[in-house]
């Protein structure tokens, strides 16, 4: 199994606060991606990274940011938390670039709860 | 823009048979990979096969194999000898050139004893 854990795995919070998602891996891959999963919907892509420091907007970008200072970390937040944003978030990590590399992998999820 | 759909939302197959799963997509990318993604009712996203788009045979993984129809820009995916751990969610995603990830909306499969 690929080395990809997301903190925390279940969060419930109220409208209006700020919340930070956390991915991690330990395969050193470049590509690091934020999804989000809704009824209907499949997963849709918020943001995702192709190296420290380079990051870009997915289809569902807007209420939503990301860092990454480390190659391991990749973190979403949601700077003012909206009832709309309840759902289940997935981290997905890409040998992409590297040899043989054309697989996404993706992290366990985070099911989060805005009140 | 990348679209994908999957116009099965659900689907029953009989243990042991083999069931085809549909998947048709639109992009205007000339590259791009096409992926199918398992998920079970326990949540976690598996990873089930990948084909290139200039991959010219169809790709298999066991008892997964992709019929890939590029001029119908069709990706289905074929599981043979369905056994009842294959209940579950099936997503078909289009990789674009900038490496971003367009999922289908899921087709869910159960399978019968």
């Known amino acids: 199994d690929a080395g990809i854990t997301q903190s925390p795995r279940h969060k419930v919070t109220e409208t209006g606060t700020p919340v930070t998602l956390r991915c991690h891996q330990t395969?050193?891959?470049?590509?690091m991606y934020w999804y989000r999963q809704d009824p209907g919907h499949g997963l849709r892509l918020i943001h995702y990274s192709y190296g420290v420091k380079d990051t870009d907007k997915g289809e569902v970008s807007d209420g939503y940011s990301v860092s990454r200072s480390k190659t391991e970390d990749f973190l979403l937040t949601l700077e003012s938390a909206t009832s709309s944003q309840t759902s289940v978030y997935f981290c997905?990590?890409?040998?992409?670039?590297?040899?043989?590399?054309?697989?996404?992998?993706f992290g366990p999820g985070t099911r989060l709860t805005v009140l | 823009a990348q679209k994908i759909t999957q116009t099965q939302p659900g689907m029953f197959v009989q243990e042991k048979e083999a069931v085809t799963l549909d998947c048709t997509y639109d992009?205007?990318?000339?590259?791009?990979?096409l992926f199918w993604y398992k998920q079970p009712s326990s949540g976690e996203m598996i990873f089930l096969i990948y084909q290139g788009s200039y991959d010219e045979q169809n790709a298999t993984e066991g008892r997964y194999s992709l019929n890939f129809q590029k001029a119908r820009k069709s990706a289905n995916l074929v599981i043979s000898a369905s056994q009842l751990g294959d209940s579950a969610m099936y997503f078909c995603a289009i990789r674009s050139n900038d490496y971003k990830l367009s999922f289908g909306a899921g087709t869910t499969v159960t399978v019968r004893a």
């Open positions: 997905a990590i890409s040998p992409l670039g590297e040899q043989g590399g054309n697989e996404q992998f």
């Open positions: 992009t205007s990318d000339q590259s791009y990979g």
């Open positions: 395969e050193n891959h470049r590509y």
